[in-house]
């Protein structure tokens, strides 16, 4: 059976909206595509894009509300 629950206009299963921020960071780019590519540099890519994450984080966390204090922790 469905839980009791009730949403937006009361109706069971139509959850409340929320803001939602949609983003996109700079392109990270790669030489060319590897077949097998080396432990460094998925280490060396993962890194960028682990930084440019961080970055549109600490740089839009204001947009939403509530977000203004938090952390991203990875």
């Known amino acids: 059976s469905l839980p009791l629950s009730y949403g937006r206009l009361g109706m069971p299963l139509v959850p409340y909206s929320k803001p939602l921020a949609a ?15 080396s432990e460094e540099l998925v280490n060396e890519v993962h890194a960028k894009f ?23 922790y990875l």
């Not at 996109?24 to 590519?37: H, M, T």
């Not at 682990?50 to 991203?72: C, M, N, S, T, W």
Request: no cysteine.
């Open 23 to 37: 983003l996109v960071g700079k392109p990270i780019r790669v030489d060319q595509a590897y077949e097998n590519p």
């Open 50 to 72: 682990v930084a440019e994450l961080q970055r549109i984080f600490q740089k839009h966390k204001g947009v939403v509300p509530g977000y203004e204090d938090k952390q991203l």
